[in-house]
């Protein structure tokens, strides 16, 4: 894969990052924000690889990952983040862009059988509006 400037800033992460509020180049890949995930057990990709997909211009991979839906935004990452990235605001900007562009959640995306209700209320909310 050849990176460029162009590649890194696409449109999607110029978008995400417009909604979200957050810079993504500032996020250098630690993982914290995976490792402290209370959900990360039940996602298909773990958070900071959505973050990846991002960086290096893989748009589809990261509108594709269920992870985006089964985010509780329970905070968790940003107060783990040595950087201050709050990944919950991506994952939520990446739910309005999906949304935005017609697509719903993904099939494989479901509730994991003993869901905490934190993410019972925020699935809820995602899907209700």
């Known amino acids: ?3 460029s400037r162009e590649r890194l800033r696409g ?38 690889q959505v973050i990846r997909d ?9 509108l594709a990952a269920g992870a985006i839906w089964l985010c509780a935004a329970c905070h968790t990452c940003a107060a783990r983040c040595p950087r201050g990235v709050d990944l919950s605001r991506i994952m939520e900007a990446l739910r309005a862009v999906r949304l935005r562009r017609g697509l719903g959640p993904p099939d494989q995306t479901a509730l ?3 869901a905490p209700q934190q993410l019972l209320v925020s699935f809820l ?5």
């Open 125 to 129: 909310r995602k899907y209700v509006g």
């Open 112 to 114: 994991p059988g003993e």
């Open 54 to 62: 991002l960086q290096l211009g893989r748009e589809e991979q990261a």
């Open 11 to 48: 449109p999607l992460a110029g978008k995400v990052e417009t909604i979200s509020g957050q810079t993504l180049s500032s996020c250098y890949q630690c993982g914290k924000c995976s490792a402290g995930c209370p959900l990360e057990d039940a996602m298909d990709v773990l958070p900071h």
């Open 1 to 3: 894969m050849r990176l």
